[in-house]
């Protein structure tokens, strides 16, 4: 696959659901067997378009937008020339996947001094 831009109308009516929606599109990166990658997600929320630029099937965006809100593709096709606009661009949103755990655990023969060690 090659890097696409999707543009599409989302009716979201508030900071928090662009947010939210963020956070739904950002998701599909997350997954390994997917092997989608997202570069930037932005939007213009007075025009109320949402543009994916990436490596991403946009039946799968549009999918997991349609769930929440009405959903409209404007545009699909390989990635313009970086232009800049009025756009909020956010990268921040890291793969968000529930099942991936950040914890560690590690033990000391001094927190349990019953362990056996054997040489």
Do not use: Q
């Amino acid at each position: 696959m090659s890097e696409k831009e999707i543009v599409m109308r989302v009716d979201v009516d508030d900071d928090d659901g662009r947010r939210r929606a963020f956070i739904a599109v950002s998701v599909l990166s997350g997954h390994i067997k997917n092997s989608a990658r997202i570069n930037s997600i932005s939007m213009a929320m007075k025009d109320k378009k949402m543009k994916v630029t990436g490596v991403v099937d946009p039946f799968r965006v549009v999918d997991k937008l349609k769930k929440h809100w009405h959903v409209e593709i404007v545009h699909v096709g390989p990635k313009e020339a970086d232009s800049k606009s009025s756009e909020e661009t956010l990268n921040t949103y890291p793969p968000y996947n529930p099942y991936w755990t950040n914890s560690y655990m590690e033990t000391r023969k001094e927190e349990y001094p019953s362990t056996c060690v054997i040489f």
